[in-house]
C-alpha cells in the first residue's frame, strides 16, 4: 500500500474514534476475572465547553486510562457533567428574558425547571462531545448527570441521613452573599481579587461636646448608616475615656454607643473601630457579644433600602458610596481620603462583589466528618501528587468550618426539609414520609398543609458524592457494580479544587462506604500562556481547543500539552509546542514510510546487524523500565520524554542508520522483521499518548482481524537488561560523534572514508561495533594501534585515545591560517583574563563563584593554547 508522504491527522481520527465506540472498546461491565482499574471524570459544568485545562486534565486520564486498559485490567473512566446551579439558572435566566421576556419571578416553579431541562437538553453536554476529538476513551453508555433522579435520589438520602446523625443544623449565620446570584455562598467559593480601593477616614461627633469627634476608617462608607456602636480597646489612654459617651452616626440622627472591647488592635488604623454587625462577619460576633441592635440596609440583590435613609432607597450600594462620600464632603465629616490596595471577595460563579449577610440557611458539622480524610491523607492511604499539597489539604481541614449548604436557587435539588403551619419542620426523604413525622407533633396536619423548603444544596454536596453515586451506590449500597469499581483508582484534578471536591469526596467516601474513594489524587498544573497568565477570554490568551486539533491533529495536542505539564506545576502553553507533537507524528511516520520502502532479499545474511538488534532491545527494555518508574510516581510528563527519547534518538537516529541498507540495496528478512517488531512494540508503548496515530500504523503495519486493535493490544512488558552492551554502545556512538565533528570541522564530505586508528586497553567494545562504527562514521579502515600515530587528528575518549590520519584530505595552509587565527584570539583572552586575575580589588571584593569562573576560564585558554600550539607544530 502506498503510504501518505506525511501523516495526515484529519484522515484518520475519525475514523478510528468511530470504529473504537462501534467494536465497544470503550464499554466497561464487571468482570470476575480481571482487576477494575477505575476513574471518575471531574464532572464539568453542564454550562461548561472545551478549555485548555479541560484539555490537559482529559489527557492525562485517558492515558492513565488506555495503559491499564493495555494491561489487562477493566478499564471504567465514567464520564459526566454537573448541573452547576449558580452558573446554569443563570444562563437560563438570561435565556427566558432574551429569548421569551419571561422574568423568573414570573413563572412558577415546575414551569423554570421544565426550562431548565429544556436547555440542558439542548445545550448541555457539548463539553462531553468535544472531548470525544481528543481521543477521551470514556465509556460513554455510562454517562451521567448530577440532577438525573437516581442521583437526586442519592443526594437526598445522605441530606437526611446526615440530619438524623445531627450533623446538619439550620440557624441564622453570617454568610458569604452573592447579590447577583441572589444565593449564599461557601467560603470556598469566594475569590479574593487584590483592587485598588480607597480607604475613607470620617469622623463621628460625640454627643454634647463642641468639635469633639472620633475618626475611623473605611473602605465601605455605604454601610455607615448600619453603624451601632464605635468599639475602642479600652487599654488605649487616648480612647479609655470615651467609653460609655455616644456619637452621632454621619448621614444620621442616630446616636450609638462607644464601647470597650479589646478586640481592637490599637496599633492598627485610628484605634476607633465602626462595628456593623449586619455587614461584617466580625463586627456580628461583636454586636452579639454586647447586645447590639442589628440594622440590615442591604437587599439580597445589593440594593441599599430605607433603613440607611429615604434618599439612598433602592440604590445600588457601589453607587451609594459615591453619594455617602458626597455627602460627608459637605457635611465637613470626610477628614481625608488615601489609596489603598486590598483585596475584595467576589463570587466564583458570577463575580460578583459579595456581601457579608445575616441569613438563615443550613449548614453541615465538619469537624467530626473531616477527621478520617484527614487522617488517611496524611498516613498516605490516600497520596496526593505531587505531595507538596499535603500541607496545603491539613490547613485546611485542621481549620475546617460548618459548611453553608443551601442556596436560594431553583435548579438544584430541594432541601428535602417541610414546615408545619406552626413553623416547626420536619426532614424526610419524601413528602409522604414527611407527612409521618409532622402527624407525631400534630396529628390534625395535612400533606397540603406541609411546606417544602425552598432552597437547594450547594452543586458540591451533590459532586461530593460523585464516586459512589455514579455506581448508584448510595441508593443501592450493595449492587454489583459498587462492589467492583469502587474504590476508584486514580483521580486527576486541579488543586484548586482539593477542598471543594476532592477533600470532600475522601470525607463521604469514608462517611458511606467505609473507606477511601480512590487511591491517588494527581493534581495537574494551571495552564497559563507564555507570559504566565492565567488564560481567559477576557484576556484573549485562551486558545480555542478544537481549532488546535483542527491544525495539530488530537495526538499533536496532547503531546504538545503532556510534554511540559509535571505534575502540580502551571504549564507555560505555546502553540509550538502542539507544532512539536505534530513534528513527532510526522518523525515516526516518516521512519515507517522508510523501512516499508525498503526490498527484502531472503537470501542475505543479517548477522552483521545482530549486533544493533541486541543493542536496541537492551535500550527498549531499560526505557520500559524507566517509563514504568514514572508512572508509579504520576511523572506523566517524564513517561511521555522517554518514550519520545527512545523513538526519535534511539530508534529513528541511531538504530534505523545502523541498519539501513546501502542505497537501492536490499535489506535481509530477519532484520527487516525485527525492526517491524521493534515498530508495532514502540507504537504499543506510544498508544496511551498518541492513540490515533498507532491505531492507524498498527493497521497499516499487516492485515489484522476486527478487533485486533491496538487499544487492547499487550501492553509492552520489560524484560532484563544487557548494560554492558548499552556501555559499549554510548562509547562507539562517542566515536561516530567525534569522527563527525572532525569532518565538519575540517569541511571533509561525508562521502570521503576516513581511516580511523584506536589505542585501547580494553578493544572489546569496539571490536564488537566495528561495524556499525565503520557504517556510521564511514569509515575506509578501522584498525588499532599499541602507538601514537604522528600527524594525525586525534581525539580521546576517557583513557582510549583515537586517531584520524588526514594526510590528503585536508588543505595544510588553510589550516594553518584557521589554527594561527584561533591561537591568536586565545592569547588575547587570555591576557584579558590574566589582567582581570591581577587586579587584587577585582580578586578580594568579588564573590568567590565569581572569581573561580574566571580561573576557570584561565585554566581553560592555557589548555586550548597549548592544544593549538601543539597542532601547529605538527602541521610544520
Not at 467560603?187 to 480607604?199: A, F, G, P, R, T
Not at 485610628?270 to 460576633?285: F, I, M, Q, R, S
Not at 438544584?412 to 403551619?421: E, F, H, K, T, V
Amino acid at each position: 500500500m502506498e503510504l501518505a508522504k506525511t501523516y495526515n491527522p484529519k484522515e484518520v481520527e475519525d475514523k478510528w474514534y468511530a470504529y473504537w465506540m462501534e467494536k465497544k472498546f470503550f464499554h466497561s461491565k464487571p468482570n470476575p476475572d480481571k482487576k477494575p482499574y477505575t476513574v471518575v471524570i471531574p464532572p464539568p459544568n453542564v454550562t461548561g465547553v472545551l478549555h485548555m485545562g479541560h484539555m490537559l486534565n482529559n489527557t492525562i486520564q485517558d492515558v492513565l486510562v488506555r495503559r491499564a486498559r493495555m494491561k489487562g485490567y477493566e478499564a471504567c473512566w465514567v464520564p459526566g457533567t454537573d448541573h452547576a446551579s449558580i452558573a446554569t439558572e443563570a444562563k437560563v435566566v438570561k435565556m427566558l428574558k432574551e429569548e421569551q421576556g419571561l422574568d423568573k419571578k414570573d413563572i412558577s416553579r415546575e414551569e423554570f425547571m421544565g426550562h431548565a431541562m429544556d436547555w440542558k437538553e439542548k445545550y448541555g453536554g457539548i463539553i462531553l462531545e468535544q472531548l470525544k476529538k481528543l481521543g477521551a476513551s470514556c465509556d460513554w453508555d455510562r454517562t451521567r448527570f448530577t440532577m438525573e433522579d437516581e442521583l437526586s435520589a442519592a443526594v437526598i438520602k445522605v441530606f437526611v441521613d446526615l440530619y438524623q446523625k445531627g450533623h446538619i443544623y439550620r440557624g441564622v449565620r453570617m454568610v458569604n452573599w452573592d447579590p447577583e446570584g441572589k444565593t449564599a455562598l461557601s467560603d470556598e467559593e469566594v475569590i479574593y481579587k487584590e483592587v485598588n480601593s480607597k480607604l475613607y477616614y470620617v469622623q463621628y461627633p460625640i454627643t454634647g461636646e463642641d468639635n469633639a469627634f472620633v475618626t475611623i476608617a473605611t473602605t465601605r462608607p455605604e454601610t455607615i448608616p448600619a453603624d451601632t456602636a464605635i468599639c475602642v480597646n479600652p487599654n488605649d489612654d487616648r480612647f479609655k475615656h470615651l467609653i460609655g459617651k455616644t456619637v452621632t452616626v454621619p448621614t444620621t440622627d442616630r446616636q450609638i454607643p462607644i464601647i470597650g472591647d479589646e478586640y481592637v488592635d490599637i496599633e492598627f488604623g485610628t484605634g476607633c473601630l465602626k462595628v456593623t454587625p449586619a455587614h461584617d462577619l466580625n463586627d456580628y460576633e461583636l454586636g452579639m457579644k454586647h447586645n447590639l441592635k442589628v440594622i440590615d440596609i442591604i437587599e439580597e440583590n445589593g440594593t441599599i433600602n430605607a433603613l440607611a435613609g429615604e434618599k439612598y432607597a433602592g440604590k445600588d450600594r457601589f453607587a451609594v458610596r459615591k453619594e455617602i462620600v458626597k455627602d460627608l464632603e459637605e457635611s465637613g465629616n470626610l477628614v481625608k481620603v488615601e489609596e489603598l490596595q486590598n483585596k475584595v471577595g467576589t463570587s466564583e460563579r458570577t463575580g460578583a462583589v459579595i456581601e457579608p449577610r445575616l441569613s438563615t440557611q443550613w449548614f453541615v458539622k465538619m469537624k467530626e466528618l473531616a477527621a478520617p480524610a484527614l487522617e488517611n491523607v496524611m498516613n498516605d492511604t490516600i497520596q496526593l501528587h505531587p505531595a507538596k499539597f499535603k500541607n496545603t489539604y491539613r490547613h485546611w481541614m485542621e481549620n475546617v468550618k460548618d459548611w453553608c449548604i443551601s442556596r436560594q436557587l431553583w435548579w438544584g435539588q430541594r432541601i428535602p426539609a417541610y414546615y408545619l403551619p406552626n413553623g416547626e419542620f420536619v426532614v424526610a426523604e419524601t413528602p409522604e414520609e414527611a407527612l409521618k413525622l409532622a402527624q407525631a407533633i400534630d396529628s390534625s396536619v395535612t400533606l397540603e398543609q406541609l411546606q417544602q423548603d425552598e432552597d437547594v444544596l450547594d452543586t458540591w454536596f451533590s459532586s461530593w458524592l460523585w464516586p459512589i453515586s455514579v455506581f448508584d451506590g448510595i441508593t443501592q449500597p450493595e449492587n454489583e457494580e459498587i462492589n467492583y469499581y469502587y474504590p476508584t483508582e486514580d483521580l486527576v484534578t486541579g488543586p484548586d479544587i482539593l477542598f471543594f471536591w476532592v477533600a470532600r469526596m475522601i470525607i463521604a467516601g469514608y462517611e458511606w462506604k467505609g473507606e477511601l474513594p480512590f487511591k491517588n489524587v494527581y493534581l495537574t498544573g494551571i495552564v497559563r500562556d507564555t507570559q504566565g497568565r492565567k488564560m481567559s477570554k477576557s484576556l484573549g490568551n485562551s486558545p480555542d481547543p478544537l481549532g488546535l486539533i483542527e491544525k495539530f491533529g488530537a495526538d499533536g495536542v496532547r503531546v504538545g500539552l503532556l510534554l511540559s505539564s509535571a505534575a502540580g506545576n502551571d504549564l507555560l502553553f505555546d502553540e509550538s509546542l502542539c507544532e512539536q507533537g505534530s513534528f513527532f507524528a510526522n518523525k515516526i511516520w516518516n521512519a515507517f514510510r522508510l523501512v516499508k520502502g525498503w526490498e527484502v532479499d531472503e537470501s542475505l545474511d543479517g548477522s552483521a546487524n545482530q549486533v544493533s538488534i541486541d543493542w536496541f532491545t537492551a535500550k527498549y527494555n531499560k526505557a520500559i523500565k524507566e517509563i514504568e518508574d514514572n508512572f508509579a510516581k504520576y511523572r506523566i510528563s517524564d513517561a511521555l520524554m522517554g518514550i519520545y527519547k527512545l523513538i526519535w534518538d534511539d530508534f529513528c537516529s541511531w538504530y534505523l542508520e545502523m541498519i539501513k541498507p546501502d542505497y537501492q540495496k536490499p535489506i535481509d528478512k530477519a532484520t527487516y522483521e525485527q525492526t517491524i517488531t521493534f515498530f508495532e512494540e514502540l507504537i504499543r508503548l506510544l498508544h496511551p499518548f498518541m492513540p490515533f496515530l498507532t491505531e492507524e500504523l498498527w493497521h497499516t503495519i499487516k492485515e489484522r482481524e476486527e478487533k485486533d486493535c491496538i487499544i487492547v493490544a499487550a501492553y509492552p512488558e520489560y524484560k532484563e537488561v544487557d548494560e554492558t552492551i548499552l556501555a559499549q554502545a554510548t562509547a562507539a556512538f562517542e566515536v561516530v560523534s567525534n569522527v563527525r565533528n572532525i569532518r565538519n570541522s575540517k569541511q571533509i564530505a561525508p562521502k570521503v572514508a576516513l581511516p580511523l586508528a584506536i589505542m585501547a586497553d580494553q578493544k572489546e567494545t569496539y571490536e564488537r561495533f566495528s561495524q556499525v562504527i565503520s557504517k556510521l562514521a564511514n569509515l575506509e579502515e578501522l584498525s588499532f594501534t599499541t602507538t601514537e600515530i604522528e600527524g594525525a587528528t586525534q581525539f580521546v575518549i576517557k583513557t582510549d585515545k583515537f586517531f584520524v590520519n588526514l594526510e590528503g584530505q585536508i588543505d595544510v595552509e588553510a589550516e594553518r591560517e584557521k589554527l594561527i587565527k584561533e591561537l591568536e584570539y586565545t592569547k588575547g583572552f587570555l591576557k584579558s583574563v590574566d589582567k582581570k586575575l591581577s587586579n587584587e580589588r577585582f580578586v578580594n571584593n568579588a564573590p568567590e563563584q565569581v572569581v573561580a569562573k574566571e580561573k576557570q576560564k584561565q585554566a581553560d585558554a592555557v589548555s586550548r593554547i597549548e592544544t593549538l600550539e601543539n597542532a601547529l607544530a605538527k602541521l610544520n
